[in-house]
């Protein structure tokens, strides 16, 4: 093997690692870019099956509002979903189309024909921490859900129709501090509240749509124009 091949090899190796850095370098900066940006969604959250909540180093959330009623049959695909605001300020998704907005963010949406509903899922589903704070993430959120007194929502950051996770509250209190604070005060959102630990499974919050929400729910507000 001459000099000149050697060289050719390194110098094809060397690409190669700038690439994959330039990738990685690439991905951190478009995700902080969105991150920054003063368009902040506020989406509900739906319990999980405990067996199937966390995996790995990630906490896989579920949206209570992922649900369109359409009568208009679409084609499997990636759309634009557009929001509309209810009086708490969560955002619920009100039409999909090809027109991006301020407000809109594109997700995959699949078509229902047995009853004219699209189901929309949403690329920001994952709140990454280490196995042993998932789990306690997870018992946080379910045990949170199952009290219909107190919140619980995804701080959504929107930006040229992507969307990034920015953080999970309860109650106005970032998760992760939650989740750091677990040892002292293991489930308690409240400081009235005492401190208790379950021995068997909870029932997770059932799933709703806004069309089968109470007639109560409060009134939305297009945020589309």
Same mark, same amino acid.
């Given at each position: 093997?001459?000099?000149?091949?050697?060289?050719?090899?390194?110098?094809?190796?060397?690409?190669?690692?700038?690439?994959?850095?330039?990738?990685?370098?690439?991905?951190?900066?478009?995700?902080?870019?969105?991150?920054?940006?003063?368009?902040?969604?506020?989406?509900?959250?739906?319990?999980?099956?405990?067996?199937?909540?966390?995996?790995?180093?990630?906490?896989?959330?579920?949206?209570?509002?992922?649900?369109?009623?359409?009568?208009?049959?679409?084609?499997?695909?990636?759309?634009?979903?557009?929001?509309?605001?209810?009086?708490?300020?969560?955002?619920?998704?009100?039409?999909?189309?090809?027109?991006?907005?301020?407000?809109?963010?594109?997700?995959?949406?699949?078509?229902?024909?047995?009853?004219?509903?699209?189901?929309?899922?949403?690329?920001?589903?994952?709140?990454?921490? =280490?196995? +042993?704070?998932?789990? #306690?993430?997870?018992? &946080?959120?379910?045990?949170? $859900?199952?009290?219909?007194? %107190? @919140?619980?929502?995804?701080?959504?950051?929107?930006? =040229?129709? +992507?969307?990034?996770? #920015?953080?999970?509250? &309860?109650?106005?209190?970032? $998760?992760?501090?939650?989740? %750091? @604070?677990?040892?002292?005060?293991?489930?308690?959102?409240?400081?009235?509240?005492?401190?208790?630990?379950?021995?068997?499974?909870?029932?997770?919050?059932?799933?709703?749509?806004? @069309?089968?929400?109470?007639?109560?729910?409060?009134?939305?507000?297009?945020?589309?124009?």
């Amino acid at each position: 093997m001459n000099l000149n091949q050697i060289n050719k090899k390194w110098i094809f190796f060397c690409l190669i690692v700038v690439a994959q850095f330039s990738l990685v370098f690439y991905t951190i900066y478009h995700y902080h870019s969105i991150s920054n940006s003063e368009t902040i969604l506020k989406f509900r959250l739906q319990g999980y099956d405990p067996k199937d909540f966390f995996r790995g180093d990630y906490l896989r959330i579920r949206f209570k509002d992922n649900v369109i009623k359409t009568e208009q049959y679409v084609e499997d695909n990636q759309y634009y979903i557009h929001f509309k605001e209810d009086s708490t300020g969560c955002a619920i998704p009100d039409y999909f189309d090809n027109e991006q907005t301020e407000y809109s963010i594109q997700a995959k949406v699949r078509y229902y024909s047995f009853d004219s509903t699209a189901n929309i899922s949403y690329p920001f589903n994952k709140v990454w921490m =280490n196995q +042993e704070d998932c789990k #306690k993430a997870e018992r &946080i959120i379910n045990k949170t $859900l199952r009290d219909n007194r %107190k @919140d619980a929502y995804a701080l959504v950051a929107v930006k =040229n129709g +992507e969307g990034v996770l #920015k953080d999970v509250e &309860i109650e106005g209190i970032p $998760l992760k501090k939650l989740v %750091k @604070d677990f040892d002292e005060e293991p489930l308690s959102l409240d400081p009235t509240e005492e401190n208790t630990t379950d021995s068997q499974t909870e029932v997770v919050t059932p799933f709703a749509t806004p @069309d089968t929400l109470p007639n109560n729910t409060p009134q939305t507000e297009d945020l589309s124009n």
